[in-house]
């Protein structure tokens, strides 16, 4: 009788002839049909003694493991009878590809004690010390698993596109409708690119206009990682006329304090997602776009220039953040573009550079100080000298991001702490939880806040902590 269901842990044993009282034989699913795969397997697990099947007519009990992963069914030598046993052209190897002794095989009629249904099984006769195994066809012909097929998902593949629907595009008709020229193509895409076109003209995704057309816009075409062509509409003409459905979008604070328990994330994109949507024909004529081949208009919606699709990932980034199971990291992309920025050489170089660097603000404290020197040559009054203190000011920031924290994910049921504190020329502030931060914020004191007196400045970074 099998009354456990419990999982092995399994290892490989480095020495087939050490001491096998403790080893449990498992069976790997092999394409040969005369040869088993075996490796030895041990649990960590204190079993206690199961009952197990009734052997042949001499009912005998003993205990029997289920694996799921094993082709055939095992018995050792000292349950069966010399006479039951039968020769076998089976050949079961070790894990080192040793070939592995046996004794033959053996026909037994295996009662389940769950139900008293009897099941007639082929086991195979090893040696003393291995673990009794059923193999996977048995366990599902006793009926002690069920595989459910029905909740599979299959692999569906075809060329036929999805319907979502059919939408209207509406313009505002103050807007003056536009008609742009074919853009060159180089020569050496020309034929991609047709072949690409009649293919979308085939799948009725593009229809060829030959009517006079009141807005044409141009065609874009790009390379994909994967070495193929993309045709896209340049809406940027038809953008302007556009008249949008306002939507709140939510925003990534929005997002990040939901995935405080988050494990596995994924980064989902339907293939083709927009072609799914059809367009009826007015706004059909509106996505015209005009090529070296002639004219045509879009009969799905156009999408845009990029694609992507990740899923099963302990990691992903999105929007210059690192979202994983242990918290918000900096985005390495963003740090590898400041470390390889050079120093600037005008304002706008400085300007630019503080931009890049505010984007991660949250992940650096003490920010505003770090920055105070060159923020200085942004001044109207100020000349231009990248000085040393600059310089300085610039390697310390490439440091701190290098050294950035995790951020922890805000939850809303734990205790909140805010620290912060001010100096001579900045503010600062962190949001805390269980000792961790969630979240780093600084900025510089206006020129009337640098004359008041340190009181005011620590009142006012709590002011400034409260609100951030």
């Not at 099998?2 to 001491?19: A, E, H, Q």
């Not at 925003?251 to 927009?274: C, G, H, R």
């Not at 206006?446 to 609100?467: D, F, R, T, V």
Request: glycine share 4%; proline share 5%.
């Amino acid at each position: 009788m099998i009354s456990s269901k419990r999982k092995l842990t399994s290892r490989k044993v480095k020495d087939p002839k050490l001491d096998t009282l403790n080893h449990r034989v498992k069976l790997l699913t092999r394409h040969k049909l005369t040869t088993k795969n075996v490796i030895s397997v041990v649990t960590d697990m204190k079993r206690k003694k199961e009952k197990c099947p009734a052997w042949g007519k001499h009912a005998m009990l003993a205990k029997i493991s289920l694996d799921s992963a094993a082709d055939v069914n095992t018995i050792c030598k000292r349950y069966i009878r010399k006479e039951q046993v039968k020769p076998s052209t089976i050949t079961l190897r070790m894990w080192n590809k040793t070939p592995m002794k046996l004794i033959g095989e053996v026909h037994l009629n295996l009662i389940n004690p769950k139900n008293g249904d009897e099941t007639m099984a082929t086991l195979v006769v090893v040696p003393n010390g291995h673990m009794n195994l059923l193999g996977l066809d048995t366990i599902r012909r006793m009926g002690l698993i069920t595989v459910n097929d029905d909740r599979f998902i299959a692999k569906v593949e075809t060329q036929k596109i999805g319907d979502l629907g059919e939408i209207t595009l509406k313009v505002d008709e103050n807007v003056p409708a536009k008609t742009l020229p074919s853009r060159k193509l180089p020569l050496s895409l020309q034929d991609d690119v047709k072949k690409e076109i009649d293919k979308l003209v085939e799948r009725q995704v593009l229809i060829t206009v030959t009517e006079p057309s009141k807005w044409v816009s141009q065609m874009a075409v790009v390379r994909k990682p994967n070495g193929k062509l993309r045709i896209c509409i340049d809406p940027q003409p038809l953008n302007t006329a556009l008249m949008r459905e306002h939507y709140k979008v939510p925003t990534l604070d929005d997002v990040l304090p939901k995935l405080a328990n988050a494990k596995i994330f994924s980064l989902l994109d339907v293939q083709e997602a927009y072609w799914h949507v059809k367009l009826d024909k007015g706004s059909s004529n509106l996505t015209t776009m005009i090529t070296p081949f002639g004219r045509y208009r879009w009969a799905r919606l156009p999408f845009g220039l990029k694609e992507k699709k990740e899923v099963g990932l302990t990691e992903i980034t999105c929007h210059g953040h690192r979202i994983t199971r242990e918290g918000v990291k900096v985005d390495n992309a963003k740090v590898k573009a400041i470390q390889e920025m050079p120093c600037p050489t005008d304002v706008t170089g400085v300007k630019r550079l503080c931009g890049m660097v505010q984007c991660m603000a949250k992940f650096l404290p003490d920010l505003s100080n770090d920055l105070a020197p060159i923020r200085e040559l942004t001044r109207k009054e100020a000349p231009w000298k990248w000085s040393d203190e600059c310089e300085a000011a610039f390697q310390t920031v490439k440091k701190r991001l290098t050294e950035a924290p995790i951020l922890s994910y805000f939850d809303v049921n734990k205790e909140v702490v805010l620290q912060v504190d001010s100096s001579k020329s900045g503010l600062g502030a962190v949001l805390m939880q269980e000792g961790k931060p969630v979240e780093f914020a600084s900025r510089a004191l206006k020129p009337s806040e640098c004359n008041w007196a340190q009181i005011e400045k620590e009142a006012l970074s709590m002011l400034y902590g409260l609100a951030f």
